[in-house]
């Protein structure tokens, strides 16, 4: 199984670098693949990337259409991150874009990073097989996103923003909008999830100043349950009724709606009220409040425990977590993974006194990430009741000896996640 391409050097081999000239500089060098992609969707956010692009693209694929996806990170194979009419990249065809893209990167002495090889190589990917749409996610931030290439993609989209990598985006709410809002292009509508105050200040500023049509959460369309308690989409012009999306949580509810609003701004005849009820149904996203059914961590422990994984990592998504936390009524026993430099506390915070038992873990397949041991010292230090482990198995199996009967739910590193599928040989639906 291939984790990784063979080229450029993963993750952790060189320190992050923002900046599109390397990308630009590659992609003429190529001959500029991406100038023959049509229908480019550019997503950009803090919380609901994922979420909102697999709505999405289940929706487009209802509708009877094709579409190419670039999403990040991957959980248990790279090969994830390049979605070809909803189909992983194979490795062989892996191998072909990344040689290709080396070998023109060497001559022309241009060395880019991980995320801008990669990304690089997505482009080439989907120049060389098509489809009626492109969903592209931003890595990190949008401005100088290496996916941030496209002078006029068809539609933009920003999901909720909050606090993280402030020490490459900003340290203010404000800041980190307009890093985000860098998506944006002139002329060129924008799909915009609820926002914080100030984040959304700065978005519809900028969105103003490139005469953008902004399409806003709770000013143009909501997603939000009906009077019988079934969920709904509303715009200015029209309701879609009786929606039952694939992905749980309340949270999903915005990103759902990102999701449709987004859909209805294609203006394609395809796309229908029904291909959407369809589309929201069908998908499935891993590591997004997803409860493993079958697999051998389920066999070898859900005779006694439920077992859970969750990409929340940051305090926004935490705070949803913890939503879904309160309305559970079985204990709840955390693995929590977090990635080096991050505020543990202010992570941990809104889940305080909802959970029974913290076990800190070291994330293996992420190099930049705090042990075990200092997840656990941290939690312990604001009040929980906390131990750390090196690895995640020493932990289920702590949990399993000492605790009764609950919910033991991975989450604060998508990577943590990934080990954990991995493990369970979780195999992924599209």
Known sequence: MVFMPHWPHPLGSRRIDLGLERVKDLLHALGNPHHQLKNVIHVAGTNGKGSTIAFLRYIISKSGLSVNTYISPHLMRFNERILLNQEEISDEFLFEVCEEVRIAAEKAGIEPTFFEGTTVAALVAFAKKPADYLILETGMG???????????PILTIITTIGLDHQSFLGDTIAQIAYEKAGILKKNVPSVVANQDPDAFAVISHVAQKLQSPCFACEYDWIADLDDQGVLEYKNRNLTISNLEPGLLGLHQFVNLGNAITAALMLNDSKITADTIRQGVAATRWMARLQK?????????????????VD????????????????DQNLPIYLLVGITNGRNIEEIMMPVLNKVEFVAGCNVHSEPNSYSGEKVSERCSKIGFNSIGFYTTREAFDHIFEKFPPGIILACGSLYLAGEILLENQYRREN
């Open 311 to 326: 990409g929340a990592h940051n305090t926004l998504g935490m705070h949803v977590l913890s939503l879904w936390i309160e």
């Open 142 to 152: 949008g401005r100088l996103d290496a996916t941030n290439i496209f002078d006029s």
């Open 292 to 308: 493993l059914l079958n697999g051998k961590l389920v066999s070898e422990l859900g005779n006694k425990h439920q077992i859970w």
